[in-house]
């Protein structure tokens, strides 16, 4: 009898193990064919595409060892699946589920069109921890709070949670037409230099991430409770990209984590992280829109301002304030912003400089090596104060004060900003107070070794409260 032969379609699971579409397609066919789409039409930023490309020759690699190959297309996935099963004899299709309203559309369509042509066709939750239809409240809706969010995933987790062993694979091996190679996918930017700079920060793909986390748990994960709020030190897992690409999953965090020695504190701490992730993701099911649209239907009528320079400003790190400045340098040059100074930058983005969130939240997607669709539109409608269980508006991160709180001495600030260097402690997160003489003495200008703010923090701060006020009557 003809092998049976069924598709595995690789989207945010570049990784072989924990992944339920392939353990369990691996039971009902022969021959898993493993296949990754390339899709134009759906928007990645620049630092995605590095990360992307590099975990696709990394995942290639891995299937090479195993004597087969990731078979790469580019175009839509209903066309490439058609042309695959007019060449191939074809009886399952697999996936692990996306849950953003275009993913699901089309998935939907994808699933009916297969079903139509008698194949099978499966999917599985291999991104989140539960499904976001699986946690609801004793009235049987969604949770729009995440601590009782929280409390009812976790409840179900410490129960539940059986992580699915991943056997030999048996993965098909001869050639399929229009295969393309990953350089063909064009993924790599024109910012090379750039991006080359940022990959350098970076270990990618399935070992990799697998071995983080074990440092993480080893090493820091007693000191987050603490530590995750100072980005003067490294108490956070960095997990964040390997989290978006499905280099390794939530649920094998969790386990490992839930098995360490750690402290319960700790250890709880960090897995209410992963929560707000899978927290994200049900409000990304439950308001679809929330990628463009406030969440808080109020918000449509916030005096958001235009003002590119401003825009430039923030982007570039040149508004004068330390801690924001020192955080869009990061993020320029790491691909990736330390999570308390996400908020500090969003904060001054949104509030002091009253722009639209949705400014910060496209650079932020252009930039992120983490860009995630689910938990970069819910920090920013948080920050904004526009989301569900959000940051309320009027509470305006004071940046002096975050600064001085949680990078004490200022060494956080001082490793992006080195102009900085020479001034002493007690002015680097407001070097605009010092005076002439001070300036002359510490041998540094405002203005010449560093911006002077692009605008006043109280002035702006009583300008967005009354911007506030306007759309709450
Ligand atoms: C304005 C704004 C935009 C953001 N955009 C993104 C984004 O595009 N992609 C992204 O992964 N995270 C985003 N976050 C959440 C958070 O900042 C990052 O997940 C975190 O900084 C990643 O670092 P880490 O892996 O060291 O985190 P850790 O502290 O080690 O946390 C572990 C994991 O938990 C998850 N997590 C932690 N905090 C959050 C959170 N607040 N919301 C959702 N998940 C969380 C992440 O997957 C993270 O890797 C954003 C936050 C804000 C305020």
Same mark, same amino acid.
């Given at each position: 009898?003809?092998?049976?032969?069924?598709?595995?379609?690789?989207?945010?699971?570049? &990784?072989?193990?924990?992944?339920? $579409?392939?353990?369990?397609?691996?039971?009902?066919?022969?021959?898993?064919? !493993?296949?990754?789409?390339?899709?134009?039409?759906?928007?990645?930023?620049?630092?995605?595409?590095?990360?992307?490309?590099?975990?696709?020759?990394?995942?290639? %690699?891995?299937? $090479?060892?195993?004597?087969?190959? =990731?078979? #790469?297309?580019?175009?839509?996935?209903?066309?490439?699946?058609?042309?695959?099963?007019?060449?191939?004899?074809?009886?399952?299709?697999?996936?692990?589920?996306?849950?953003?309203?275009?993913?699901?559309?089309?998935?939907?369509?994808?699933?009916?069109? =297969?079903? /139509?042509?008698?194949?099978?066709?499966?999917?599985?939750?291999?991104?989140?921890?539960?499904? !976001?239809?699986?946690? /609801?409240?004793?009235?049987?809706?969604?949770?729009?709070?995440?601590?009782?969010?929280?409390?009812?995933?976790?409840?179900?987790?410490?129960?539940?949670?059986?992580?699915?062993?991943?056997?030999?694979?048996?993965?098909?091996?001869?050639?399929?037409?229009?295969?393309?190679?990953?350089?063909?996918?064009?993924?790599?930017?024109?910012?090379?230099?750039?991006?080359?700079?940022?990959?350098?920060?970076?270990? #990618?793909?399935?070992?990799?991430? /697998?071995?983080? =986390?074990?440092?993480?748990?080893?090493?820091?994960?007693?000191?987050?409770?603490?530590?995750?709020?100072?980005?003067?030190?490294?108490?956070?897992?960095?997990?964040?990209?390997?989290?978006?690409?499905?280099?390794?999953?939530?649920?094998?965090?969790?386990?490992?984590?839930?098995?360490?020695? #750690?402290?319960?504190?700790?250890?709880?701490?960090?897995?209410?992280?992963?929560?707000?992730?899978?927290?994200?993701?049900?409000?990304?099911? %439950?308001?679809?829109?929330?990628?463009?649209?406030?969440?808080?239907?109020?918000?449509?009528?916030?005096?958001? =301002?235009?003002?590119?320079?401003?825009?430039?400003?923030?982007?570039?790190?040149?508004?004068?304030?330390?801690?924001?400045?020192?955080?869009?340098?990061?993020?320029?040059?790491?691909?990736?912003?330390?999570?308390?100074?996400?908020?500090?930058?969003?904060?001054?983005?949104?509030? %002091?400089?009253?722009?639209?969130?949705?400014?910060?939240?496209?650079?932020?997607?252009?930039?992120?090596?983490?860009?995630?669709?689910?938990?970069?539109?819910?920090?920013?409608?948080?920050?904004?104060?526009?989301?569900?269980?959000?940051?309320?508006?009027? &509470?305006?991160?004071?940046?002096?004060?975050?600064?001085?709180?949680?990078?004490?001495?200022?060494?956080?600030?001082?490793?992006?900003?080195?102009?900085?260097?020479?001034? !002493?402690?007690?002015?680097?997160?407001?070097?605009?107070?010092?005076?002439?003489?001070?300036?002359?003495?510490?041998?540094?200008?405002?203005? &010449?070794?560093?911006?002077?703010?692009?605008?006043?923090?109280?002035?702006?701060?009583?300008?967005?409260?009354?911007?506030?006020?306007?759309?709450?009557?």
């Amino acid at each position: 009898m003809a092998d049976k032969i069924g598709i595995h379609w690789f989207r945010l699971d570049l &990784r072989l193990n924990d992944n339920p $579409s392939l353990i369990n397609l691996n039971k009902q066919v022969d021959k898993i064919i !493993p296949v990754y789409i390339y899709e134009e039409n759906i928007e990645l930023g620049q630092a995605s595409k590095c990360w992307l490309e590099k975990s696709l020759e990394i995942l290639n %690699n891995e299937l $090479s060892r195993l004597d087969s190959k =990731l078979y #790469i297309f580019k175009g839509d996935p209903k066309k490439i699946f058609n042309k695959i099963i007019s060449e191939k004899n074809i009886s399952s299709v697999s996936w692990n589920r996306l849950y953003d309203k275009h993913s699901i559309e089309r998935d939907k369509d994808i699933k009916s069109s =297969l079903i /139509k042509k008698s194949i099978d066709c499966n999917s599985f939750n291999g991104y989140l921890l539960s499904e !976001p239809w699986d946690i /609801k409240n004793k009235s049987g809706s969604f949770f729009k709070v995440f601590t009782p969010f929280w409390k009812t995933n976790f409840e179900i987790l410490s129960k539940k949670l059986i992580l699915k062993s991943s056997k030999k694979y048996n993965f098909y091996k001869k050639d399929i037409i229009s295969v393309l190679k990953i350089d063909e996918l064009k993924l790599n930017t024109p910012k090379k230099e750039w991006m080359n700079k940022i990959l350098s920060y970076w270990e #990618i793909g399935e070992s990799a991430a /697998k071995v983080k =986390l074990q440092k993480f748990i080893n090493n820091k994960l007693s000191n987050y409770g603490t530590g995750r709020d100072r980005p003067d030190t490294d108490f956070t897992s960095k997990l964040s990209p390997h989290l978006h690409f499905g280099e390794i999953s939530p649920r094998t965090i969790f386990t490992e984590v839930m098995k360490s020695k #750690i402290d319960d504190d700790n250890k709880k701490k960090f897995l209410s992280e992963i929560g707000w992730r899978d927290f994200s993701y049900n409000l990304l099911f %439950n308001y679809p829109e929330m990628t463009e649209l406030p969440i808080q239907s109020k918000f449509i009528k916030f005096p958001w =301002l235009k003002d590119k320079k401003n825009f430039m400003a923030w982007k570039l790190g040149k508004t004068g304030i330390p801690i924001v400045d020192a955080g869009m340098k990061e993020l320029y040059e790491m691909g990736w912003m330390h999570n308390r100074v996400r908020m500090i930058v969003g904060s001054f983005l949104t509030k %002091n400089l009253l722009l639209h969130w949705k400014e910060g939240e496209r650079w932020f997607f252009d930039t992120l090596v983490d860009a995630d669709i689910g938990s970069n539109s819910a920090g920013w409608q948080w920050i904004s104060g526009s989301g569900a269980d959000a940051s309320p508006y009027f &509470r305006i991160f004071n940046p002096i004060l975050q600064g001085k709180k949680f990078d004490s001495k200022g060494e956080y600030v001082k490793k992006f900003l080195p102009s900085l260097n020479r001034i !002493p402690e007690k002015f680097i997160h407001s070097p605009w107070e010092m005076s002439i003489d001070e300036q002359e003495k510490y041998n540094f200008r405002l203005g &010449r070794d560093y911006p002077k703010p692009i605008v006043d923090l109280s002035d702006t701060r009583k300008r967005a409260l009354a911007a506030f006020k306007k759309i709450s009557v």
